[in-house]
T-cell receptor, first 110, second 115 residues
């Protein structure tokens, strides 16, 4: 089983739609989780951290389910500019580095 | 803002050449990383460093080496470039992962083509 798995998509949604991505991780001892966004031919950029109690940043909501070992990202009222690949990132316990998921591609259509 | 600068945006090298990719960060980050990104394979860690002169192998270190003589600079070396090393190379830096403001900052990437 891969350390971090994501549905690669693509998710094609109309403007204004709500879309959710899930990410599963294999190491139950992982403690730090992030969502990154990567635009086509650009570097990944931190979108938001994921906290145990769940957290929200404008139209974006991140949640963590430790029991089932998954994190989620919900985007409400999708904009054309949300079109990108969303990468799930999970730490390797006792290590200094993180594992990136393969990414989920989102296309928001007019 | 943290800035991570990679020396070249595009590079074309010949098979067998020794290739140096340079990365510099300006925020006193302890950790620095080199990844390659290929379609369908995602980001794969080549090497990382959590201190000056320290280095750790990532998932795919074969054919690569690194150098970190100064805290702000982390170099990736392809000892003898091969066509299967054609890829996008991304450098990243971060504070120690226990820091409250942990998060990677990436450079804009170097697209390397080996012919």
């Amino acid at each position: 089983r891969k350390e971090v798995e994501q549905d690669p998509g693509p998710f094609n949604v109309p403007e204004g739609a709500t879309v959710a991505f899930n990410c599963t991780y294999s190491n139950s001892a992982s403690q730090s989780f992030f969502w990154y966004r990567q635009d086509c031919r650009k570097e990944p950029k931190l979108l938001m951290s994921v906290y145990s109690s769940g957290n929200e940043d404008g139209r974006f909501t991140a949640q963590l389910n430790r029991a089932s070992q998954y994190i989620s990202l919900l985007i409400r009222d999708s904009k054309l500019s949300d079109s990108a690949t969303y990468l799930c990132v999970v730490n390797i316990p006792d290590g200094q580095n993180f594992v990136f998921g393969p990414g989920t591609r989102l296309s928001v259509l007019p | 803002d943290v800035k991570v600068t990679q020396s070249s945006r595009y590079l074309v090298k010949r098979t067998g050449e020794k290739v140096f990719l340079e990365c510099v960060q300006d925020m006193d980050h302890e950790n620095m990383f080199w990844y390659r990104q290929d379609p369908g394979l995602g980001l794969r860690l080549i090497y990382f460093s959590y201190d000056v002169k320290m280095k750790e192998k990532g998932d795919i270190p074969e054919g690569y080496s690194v150098s970190r003589e100064k805290k702000e600079r982390f170099s990736l070396i392809l000892e003898s470039a091969s066509t299967n090393q054609t890829s996008m190379y991304l450098c990243a830096s971060s504070f120690s992962w226990t820091a409250p403001n942990y998060g990677y900052t990436f450079g804009s990437g170097t697209r390397l083509t080996v012919v």
